[in-house]
């Protein structure tokens, strides 16, 4: 009895140390994880991985690889990235260049551009022969040219419309100001004509009133005319009297018509009168001297 559980004892210890049996339990967790992720059935795939690779700490890169793929096709791109970043530098090449692809499609997904290229670019340095990462490449690498050129055309666009729109301001805006300026000078001119339609109506009522002056000292003459002809012919003192009243009221009237105070209206009167006067004494008395030179005969 003794010797037996003495050899038992001892295999345990056997089987613990070489891990005979860490590696059966390991082993049958990973053929049931690759058998549900075969079946698609994802759930329980990543609960067998995560179990094999976390709780029993199990170094596996393949078998990252695939709870990756699994997390990835569950559409849990925050735990398929970083179990795939976790192996995007494996010693396995192949691992490393297919982990690098998957964190390229996921940052493409994201629309990431620059990223998504230089994970494939580095899927492509770890396993130069893996053509899907390659082709992911070129077609993303397609996609930016042909995204870059449309953000071009487009910023293009947006600055001819800018252009145009600044221009059709720039018109209306002149527009505008033209249409300013014809109102003012539409205004003006209103306010000219009104102005010349005055001047005209006060010319008329000017000329009016002259003429009905005119009429009023014609109808004056002639009454004074036939008052003569009543009385007889006036004297010659009477007729210059006559005369020199209707100069000074022509004179008055022609200072009154250009705003002359009658004070110097009455100074440059008087003024010409003293003219008038000198010149009639010098012609007196020049004719006055030639008479004496005559013969009396």
């Known amino acids: 009895m003794y010797t037996i559980l003495s050899l038992l004892i001892v295999l345990n210890i056997y089987s613990d140390n ?14 049931t994880a690759e058998s549900a992720f075969k079946a698609e059935d994802y759930k329980t795939a990543i609960e067998e ?17 695939d709870l990756g793929h699994a997390y990835f096709l569950s559409e849990d791109a925050e735990n398929a990235t970083k179990r795939y ?6 010693a396995n090449k192949k691992i490393a260049s297919i982990a690098n692809q998957q964190l ?11 990223p ?4 494939l670019k580095a899927a492509m340095k770890h396993d130069p022969k893996n053509l899907a990462a390659r082709y992911d490449y070129e077609m993303l690498l397609k996609q930016k040219n ?28 002149e527009k505008d100001q033209n249409k300013e300026d014809q109102e003012k000078e539409d205004q ?28 009023q000292e014609q109808q004056d003459q002639e009454q004074q005319d036939q008052q003569k002809g009543e009385q007889g012919e006036e004297t010659e003192e009477e007729r210059e009297q006559r005369e020199q009243e209707q100069e000074q ?12 105070p009658a004070s110097q209206a009455q100074m440059i009167l008087d003024a010409l009168k003293n003219n008038e006067v000198q010149y009639f004494q010098q012609k007196k008395k020049k004719s006055n001297k030639n008479d004496r030179n005559k013969p009396d005969w």
């Open 188 to 215: 003006d001119q209103e306010q000219q004509d009104k102005q010349d339609q005055q001047d005209q109506q006060d010319q008329q009522n000017k000329d009016q009133k002259g003429e009905d002056q005119q009429d």
């Open 146 to 173: 042909e995204q870059d050129q449309q953000d071009q055309e487009n910023k293009d666009d947006n600055k001819d419309q800018k252009d145009q729109d600044k221009d059709k301001q720039d018109k209306d805006q």
């Open 18 to 31: 070489n891990g005979i049996g860490k590696i059966a339990k390991a082993n049958a967790r990973k053929s």
């Open 249 to 260: 009221q022509q004179f008055n009237e022609r200072m009154e018509e250009i705003k002359m």
């Open 49 to 65: 991985y995560t179990y094999l690779l976390d709780s029993m700490s199990i170094q596996d890169d393949a078998a990252m690889l």
């Open 116 to 119: 998504a290229l230089a994970f």
């Open 104 to 114: 390229g499609v996921i940052k493409a997904q994201a629309k990431e551009i620059k």
């Open 85 to 90: 970043a976790s192996i995007q530098n494996s």
